[in-house]
């Protein structure tokens, strides 16, 4: 413990250096207008500003980079609650409540918990960062391509099992999603599928299109199809602070989605997006009044937020103490130390310990500086909310169509969204939820390649999930939910707890 301490304080003697501390600050302002604009994401900024680093010292680039990283996970939650379009897809599920929570004049307790949620998660997530970085990372890597492929297929059954609705609805949406996913080069052979001549759609169908299009165009066309346009909001300071009661009602989903953010965010994957999901749909489950949740409940805004920021510092674990990146975010960041001449790997710790300890404490310096800077704009974020619909909507679809058409530079992108739009309108009629689509399409390159090579391990013998223990007792586990939930009796499932 002494040895940790005296580490720490020298990773303090760097990040608060001059240069590093305003490197730090750079990053998380840059990474927290990154978040809020559509489309953009953590992704495109880190490697956007990859070549400004290259004059920089490798302790000032890594510390730059993630800045951007979480600060991008604070910055998108603010167009998510004000406006219901995902800064970028880690925000989905921020939609859902934070944007009812506007709708009932509660913007400013929705952004204020956002923050709260993801200053904790991020920080208790760097001192696990700290402890636990070779053990868990060791164990990442006992995962191969059997134990992936179990491992997603459990969440999605869980997703569906949690959510709190008809588990056939949500199974169907995420079907949809995984379909759609399969659009584009198939990896393993190189062959076009179900692109019909459209040579843009051999890279696929982007997750930000579509999320932009369920989320922020679906609701545009709900809006004007009211009889009576929604009215703008003229918030009061008092109502800019979060209750007491939703300080409480916080605490819980705080605590859990830390734990469940950093956890999942070791596993190579977009982890930053699947704990988001995982959190709001845990969230739903556990609580007393499932019935709050998608009308505004704090809960789903709280978990959320601090999963994919716990998400984001477990992403580091193997990339620090094992040099593997958990997903392309962390391998960009990996890139950018090699170009440095730092060879990432195990040794880092002893043969660079200014660097890995200086990055470390520049998390913490991270945290706070983004706490500095979200909750003083909380009040100017929510003033937005005072311009008339009649302005706000067109500005909003014309601020999506840049940002979605930015991100990939292709128009293919904006008519996906525009018909994602309106699939999520004729969905959300019917009482579809939308969020398990994104989802799946997350999730499908992942599981398909998980699939194909765990076959190509074994020569296309299936057994392989069932003499791995791991894969096997991960399937087991979903094959219980499965048959849980088509249980003729109600009385069993109510017994359970788990009644719908």
Known sequence: MADTLANLALGFSVALSPEVLL????????????GMLPGVGPLAGISLLLPATFGLSPTTAIVLLAGIYYGAMYGGSTTSILMRIPGEAASVMTCVDGY????????????AIAAFGSFIGGTLSIIALMLLAPPLASLALKFGPPEYFALLTLGLIVLAFLSGGSMAKSLAMAALGLFSGTIGIDLMSGYMRFQYGIVALGDGIGIVPVAVGLFGVSEILLAAGRAVPPKPQRPKLAELVPTRDDLRRSVGPIGRSTVLGFLIGIVPGSAHIISSFVSYALERRLSKTP???????????????????AAACGAFVPMLALGVPSGPIPAVMLAALMVHGIAPGPLLMEQQPSLFWGFVASMYVGNLVL????????????????????YLYPAILMFSVLGVYAAGQNVIDVWIMIAMGGLGYVLRKLDFEVAPIVLGLVLAPMI???LRQSLAMSSGDYAIF???????????????LLVINLLPSRNWRAQLGIEN
């Open 23 to 34: 490197f730090a600050v750079i990053g998380c302002l840059v990474g927290t207008l990154v």
């Open 100 to 111: 009812a929570m506007t709708q009932q004049g509660r913007a400013g307790p929705a952004l």
């Open 291 to 309: 019935e709050r949740f998608g009308k505004g409940a704090v809960e789903g805004v709280a978990g959320p937020e601090t999963a994919n920021n």
């Open 371 to 390: 706490l500095a800077l979200n909750l003083p704009m909380v009040g100017l974020f929510v003033n937005l909310l005072r311009v008339p619909y009649a």
């Open 448 to 450: 398909e390649t998980a």
């Open 466 to 480: 069932l003499t791995r223990p791991i894969a096997a007792g991960l399937l087991g586990v979903a094959l219980v």
